[in-house]
């Protein structure tokens, strides 16, 4: 398995606000395939990480701008389907009223290796996609390194992060590292810790 990273530049606009951010982009599969996780800000970058190969997923963390802005031009470019949890649809409508909502993502499901877990409060229909296999997880906004994602904006509600957190990520292994939708890695064992504190 190999999972290539790397941080596009943008912004991201909510409730009337716009913020300057840098989204970690990651890209799973091997030498011939992959999926691409989230869409952020620029098309450009996200096929220089893909690199010539097929893909077979635009896997969506959430819809917040951020997050989905150039999906559907990431999805025209390489063929490859979209999927979003449905719960994001009102997120969704927000920043691109014009287009069908992507497939849908439900808790449980395998997609292309990954296993999605449903994990609300940052937004409706937040997911994280973990590799059992490699122990590792993809968190997009949900948990970062020193603890759970914001829940300042609308759609979304600590309460039910944390819970979302407790019973579904840090049921993983403590070694499960961690790659996040913004900022550095992290391990499930450390934000545990970061959590009780």
């Not at 997923?57 to 449905?86: K, N, Q, S, Y």
């Not at 997911?127 to 829940?151: H, N």
Request: glycine content about 8%; overall charge negative.
């Amino acid at each position: 398995m190999r999972v290539d990273h790397t941080v596009i530049a943008g912004t991201f606009s909510l409730d009337g606000q716009t913020f300057d951010v840098d989204n970690n982009l990651w890209v799973i599969g091997d030498d011939v395939s992959c999926v691409v996780v989230d869409a952020p800000h620029r098309v450009p970058e996200i096929l220089k990480v893909v690199d010539g190969r097929k893909v077979t997923a635009v896997l969506l963390t959430h819809a917040h701008d951020d997050h989905v802005r150039v999906a559907p031009e990431v999805a025209a470019a390489t063929g490859a389907p979209m999927f979003l949890h449905p719960a994001e649809e009102p997120l969704w409508r927000l920043v691109h009223p014009d287009v069908p909502m992507p497939r849908p993502l439900a808790d449980g499901q395998e997609i292309a290796g990954l296993t999605v877990i449903h994990t609300p409060g940052h937004s409706p229909g937040a997911v994280c996609f973990s590799l059992p296999d490699e122990k590792t997880v993809f968190t997009g906004d949900t948990l970062f390194q020193g603890g759970p994602g914001a829940t300042g904006r609308s759609y979304s509600d600590r309460p039910t992060i944390e819970r979302s957190i407790r019973e579904k990520l840090f049921t993983l292994p403590p070694e499960t590292v961690v790659h996040t939708g913004h900022g550095p890695d992290t391990t499930i064992g450390a934000e545990k810790d970061q959590l009780r504190a």
